[in-house]
C-alpha cells in the first residue's frame, strides 16, 4: 500500500515562500511521475506541477515561473518550492502519482494573507 504524507504548509504573506516535501512509501517512486495538486475551498483539485521519473517538469501558467517541483529519489521525497505566493495560492496541498492513485495523503494547508 502507498502512503503519502505531505509537510510544509503554513500562513505566509503575499510575496512570502514556502517549501513542501512529500514522503511516499514502497519503492514504486523513482520509475513514475510523480505530480502536486492543490485543492482551494469550493473548488476542484487541479495539478499544479509535475516531473517525470527522468526529472523533466511542468507547469501550468498560474504557477510557472513561481513554483519549482523536484524529487529525491534516493529518499522517496517529493518537494515543491513556493515562491511569490499570492493569495489566490491558498489551497491545501497535496502529492500524487500522475496519474493520480485513489490513495491521498491528508495535505497540507497553505493560507497566503494579502
Known amino acids: 500500500q502507498v502512503q503519502l504524507v505531505e509537510s510544509g504548509g503554513g500562513l505566509v504573506q503575499a510575496g512570502g515562500s514556502l517549501r513542501l516535501s512529500c514522503a511516499a512509501s514502497?519503492?514504486?517512486?523513482?520509475?513514475?511521475?510523480m505530480g502536486w495538486y492543490r485543492q482551494a475551498p469550493g473548488k476542484q483539485r487541479e495539478l499544479v506541477a509535475v516531473?517525470?521519473?527522468?526529472?523533466?517538469?511542468h507547469y501550468p501558467d498560474s504557477v510557472k515561473g513561481r513554483f519549482t517541483i523536484s524529487r529525491d529519489n534516493a529518499k522517496n521525497t517529493l518537494y515543491l518550492q513556493m515562491n511569490n505566493l499570492k493569495p489566490e495560492d491558498t489551497a491545501v496541498y497535496y502529492c500524487?502519482?500522475?496519474?493520480?492513485?485513489?490513495?491521498w495523503g491528508q495535505g497540507t494547508q497553505v493560507i497566503v494573507s494579502s
Open positions: 514502497g519503492s514504486i517512486f523513482s520509475g513514475n511521475a
Open positions: 500524487n502519482y500522475i496519474p493520480a492513485r485513489p490513495a
Open positions: 516531473i517525470s521519473a527522468g526529472g523533466n517538469t
